[in-house]
């Protein structure tokens, strides 16, 4: 019984800090509650900007007609089991990373290609936003799993933390740091380095206790881990490791069941929460890389022509992906480059 007022008293909590940032009273008619599957706690910058703007966003362009039990910090599921989750209607829509589905859409490891992502943090964001509208990139998800794709975003610059200094190709020979996903494990064993598959919540202790040496991660998300106190160096690429992406994904069935005028609330819902992405992210990649060098680490900033020497260290990775996909993936990556330019 305590265990149940425990989990009440949780979703309570959870639905004042959503409801706090949205006014938007039921409409007269039909209510629709949808239930959203959120990844980080309700309080994190990654989870305020891509879940809980976007969900509260829809209840005020719906008129409150489309109403969300929100479960925060992965409650309904793995970050690996999302749109699987979503698919079989465990959640009828949430946030995903598709680094993590790359097996069955391998037109998804685009955003994965080593260093493609030639641009500032604000290009990358607007880029990985055109790249995700893309209908071939939706039509290849959506082809596979029962989901219908919204929209998304980058996080920012995927970069690297490490106890030793690395500044150069060389230096991570033998090295081994934690990745996310096969294609980033493949790019850090191109680099010569030792990849290493552990789950977010084990990368603290691991880089505590020497298990690795170091880890990829963009720098909101070091903070949020407090790298900076197992950790000494913070290698900022010119040119971000990954794309660092996320998906929001709806149930097709659940999108299906909604009028038109309702559907569009949440278009237009996705196109606000990209625009406030584009917005916010550079400010707080700023202020994390601010943060972590106050907090005693010191940054390097990697020049661009030494990032190209690691690009071509990996060109292999881009040749077996553009093998694997075809014309389609020769297609989105023209596209893409072409979006960076």
């Given at each position: 019984?305590k265990?149940?007022y ?14 706090g940032l949205?006014c938007?009273?039921?409409a007269?008619?039909?209510v629709?509650?949808l239930r959203w599957?959120g990844v980080?706690?309700?309080d994190?910058f ?5 879940s ?8 005020e362009l719906?008129n409150?007609?489309?109403?969300w039990e929100y ?6 599921m793995g970050?690996?089991?999302i749109?699987d989750g979503i698919?079989?209607g465990t959640?009828?829509g949430?946030l ?10 391998p037109?998804?490891?685009i955003?994965d ?5 030639d641009?500032d943090v604000?290009?990358?964001v607007?880029?990985?936003q055109a790249l ?5 990139y939706t ?10 794709i919204?929209?998304?975003d980058s996080?920012?610059t995927n ?6 200094p690395l500044?150069?190709l060389?230096?991570?020979?033998g090295?081994?740091?934690r990745?996310a996903g096969?294609m980033?494990?493949?790019a850090i064993n ?8 552990l789950?977010s919540?084990e ?5 505590q206790t020497?298990v690795?040496?170091?880890?990829q ?6 903070v ?7 950790t000494?160096?913070?290698v900022i690429p ?7 992406t996320?998906?929001r ?12 005028k309702l559907?569009?609330?949440?278009i237009q819902?996705?196109?606000d929460?990209?625009k406030y ?8 990649e700023?202020?994390a890389?601010?943060t972590l060098?106050?907090?005693g680490?010191?940054?390097y ?5 030494e990032?190209l020497?690691w ?5 292999p990775?881009?040749?077996a ?11 989105l990556?023209d596209f ?6």
């Amino acid at each position: 019984m305590k265990k149940i007022y425990i989990v009440l008293a949780l979703m309570v909590v959870v639905a004042l800090l959503v409801g706090g940032l949205s006014c938007a009273k039921p409409a007269p008619g039909k209510v629709y509650t949808l239930r959203w599957a959120g990844v980080y706690p309700p309080d994190k910058f990654q989870e305020k900007t891509f879940s809980v703007y976007f969900i509260n966003r829809a209840t005020e362009l719906s008129n409150g007609a489309i109403q969300w039990e929100y479960y925060p910090g992965l409650q309904l599921m793995g970050m690996k089991e999302i749109v699987d989750g979503i698919a079989a209607g465990t959640a009828d829509g949430g946030l995903a990373v598709p680094a993590f589905y790359t097996g069955k859409v391998p037109l998804a490891g685009i955003q994965d290609l080593p260093f493609l992502f030639d641009t500032d943090v604000e290009g990358q964001v607007r880029a990985c936003q055109a790249l995700i509208q893309h209908p071939d990139y939706t039509g290849a998800f959506e082809a596979v799993y029962n989901i219908k794709i919204l929209g998304g975003d980058s996080q920012g610059t995927n970069s690297f933390y490490f106890k030793e200094p690395l500044t150069k190709l060389e230096d991570f020979k033998g090295v081994k740091i934690r990745a996310a996903g096969k294609m980033q494990s493949n790019a850090i064993n191109a680099l010569g380095g030792a990849a290493q598959s552990l789950p977010s919540a084990e990368v603290y202790t691991a880089l505590q206790t020497g298990v690795i040496d170091g880890s990829q991660w963009q720098p909101v998300s070091a903070v949020v881990n407090r790298l900076y106190e197992v950790t000494k160096y913070a290698v900022i690429p010119h040119i971000s490791l990954s794309g660092y992406t996320w998906i929001r994904v709806m149930n097709r069935d659940a999108w299906n069941s909604l009028p038109k005028k309702l559907q569009d609330a949440l278009i237009q819902a996705e196109k606000d929460t990209e625009k406030y992405a584009r917005e916010v992210v550079p400010k707080a990649e700023e202020e994390a890389i601010d943060t972590l060098a106050k907090n005693g680490m010191n940054i390097y900033y990697v020049p661009r022509d030494e990032n190209l020497r690691w690009r071509d260290a990996c060109r292999p990775i881009w040749d077996a992906w553009l093998s694997k996909t075809g014309a389609k993936g020769q297609g989105l990556l023209d596209f893409m480059l072409k979006e960076l330019k």
